[in-house]
């Protein structure tokens, strides 16, 4: 879970104010996977005239902005000879393709291909699929149906992000775990002072919780709940928009109107890959939030990500071991495993609509289960520690002072060894303060090392790595099982 840890835990004992959402609960009769938006990134992490590459269900795209500020997305893949249209650049506008510099409009048509002669007629079926994409609250939507269902309006967003004077931070992070165990981490406010115990939470705080389903519906729930050993205890607002919308809120002081809130977006990337996009937000004593630099947050929240990523890992090996439907390995509690019984009864409900990648695992239907055979051991071993390519490069903030931190210790390297050459040639008291300058510069460099190592590694203790690895190698080594 990803709160912002700068909230004073005190709330008013005043009615909790719901998030309101643009799509309106129960007003569709079944679930489509298709005709949902998704959400891609962030719009401050889209640069102009850059590719961003992603999936949806393994199938890939592109995502890029034009130099007037166009969105586009298209599927990941010549109409030519197939290659990653993302490997390529954007010219004026136009996609091109870095195997044969075929070029390729906002729209998906091909609109030149260098090896055609001058008045030959370029194919019509040329043309790359292209995908609705738009913008709403700061975060990039694709549509991966038939482009005339694409309704704007029915993004879900949270109106409290758009009052005056209302601050956010940002985090993206690619998750090499099914979506659903994401949900199923994110309603579980429970775990946070477990898991979270000295960065989010209290393990000392450990307690039952009261809850309540509000409304539920194919589109999601919403539900409440509060601690149990503080009397009069305010209730805390949940809502699950379905398929990839979470949220947290309460009205921090009705007088003031002052409002704070967690925002959790998702998009299955494929089975065991998805991408979370992770918003706090609040209206009051926002100084701090305003000056801290993104990057240096970003460190915090890499932090919380690594201390769920193992747990969540190992649960999903686990059950894809098993091979069988979560109800006869999972013992819920009332009070404190609520929303994720929810949850798991709406997948239930639509766990079949999904494409066979996305809910393999989860499905009442457990022969669409992976068997134990199926598991190979590059299935089961997961690098923990590659914070670079989980966040640092998606991120323009990281990326962006990752690449300052690896220039200037090179410069300090660079600079130490002219000095050290030069303080040869010059003479004793001069080559001692060269001596001491060469010390200087390498401290530097040392120091830039030490931090650009937090951009790349994770710093979370893998011991617990080695444990999951071996037993998880004893079930699968097992015939019983």
């Not at 694409?150 to 967003?157: K, L, Q, V, Y």
């Not at 299955?268 to 991408?275: A, E, H, I, N, V």
């Not at 300052?404 to 010059?426: E, G, H, P, R, Y």
Request: aromatic content about 10%; proline content about 5%; glycine content about 4%.
């Amino acid at each position: 879970m990803y709160f912002n840890n700068n909230i004073n835990n005190t709330v008013n004992n005043e009615t909790i104010k719901s998030v309101k959402h643009s799509a309106t609960m129960g007003s569709k009769p079944n679930f489509n996977w298709q005709e949902c938006w998704y959400p891609v990134c962030f719009v401050r992490d889209l640069s102009v005239n850059t590719t961003h590459s992603f999936s949806l269900h393994n199938e890939p795209f592109v995502l890029f902005k034009t130099q007037d500020g166009e969105l586009a997305c298209l599927l990941d893949r010549c109409s030519h000879r197939a290659a990653k249209l993302s490997d390529g650049r954007i010219v004026d506008g136009k996609i091109e393709c870095s195997y044969h510099r075929w070029q390729f409009g906002t729209d998906g048509q091909c609109l030149n291909i260098p090896q055609l002669p001058g008045n030959a007629k370029i194919p019509g079926n040329a043309c790359v699929k292209s995908f609705p994409v738009v913008e709403s609250q700061g975060v990039i939507w694709m549509w991966p149906g038939k482009p005339t269902l694409a309704d704007r309006n029915s993004i879900p967003t949270v109106p409290d992000l758009d009052k005056p004077n209302c601050v956010t931070v940002e985090y993206m992070a690619d998750a090499s775990y099914n979506q659903c165990y994401f949900v199923e981490n994110i309603v579980d406010f429970g775990h946070i002072d477990s898991i979270h115990n000295g960065t989010l939470g209290n393990d000392k705080n450990v307690q039952a919780l009261e809850m309540e389903v509000t409304e539920t519906s194919i589109e999601g729930f919403r539900g409440r709940f509060r601690y149990t050993r503080q009397p009069d205890a305010p209730w805390l607002d949940m809502s699950f928009i379905a398929p990839n919308f979470i949220t947290y809120s309460c009205n921090v002081n009705s007088e003031k109107d002052w409002t704070w809130g967690v925002v959790c977006y998702s998009m299955p990337l494929s089975q065991d890959r998805c991408r979370i996009l992770i918003r706090n937000y609040r209206n009051f004593m926002n100084l701090s939030m305003k000056l801290k630099p993104r990057w240096l947050d970003h460190m915090f929240q890499n932090k919380i990500f690594e201390e769920d990523l193992q747990v969540i890992i190992g649960q999903q090996t686990q059950m894809k071991l098993l091979k069988e439907n979560w109800r006869k390995h999972y013992l819920p509690l009332k009070t404190a495993d609520l929303f994720i019984l929810e949850y798991r009864k709406w997948l239930d409900k639509v766990g079949l609509s999904f494409p066979p990648d996305g809910n393999a695992l989860v499905s009442q239907n457990t022969n669409t289960q992976s068997s134990s055979a199926d598991i190979s051991k590059s299935d089961l071993k997961v690098n923990y520690l590659d914070r670079l390519s989980r966040h640092t490069l998606m991120c323009s903030s990281c990326k962006s002072t990752y690449q300052k931190i690896k220039c200037f210790q090179q410069i300090c390297l660079v600079l130490a060894i002219a000095i050290l050459v030069d303080a040869v040639t010059v003479e004793a008291l001069d080559s001692r303060i060269a001596i001491l300058c060469f010390i200087f510069a390498i401290a530097l460099a040392a120091l830039s090392h030490q931090i650009k190592t937090k951009f790349e590694v994770s710093h979370t203790p893998s011991q617990n790595n080695w444990l999951h690895w071996s037993f998880s190698q004893k079930i699968r080594n097992n015939p019983k099982t």
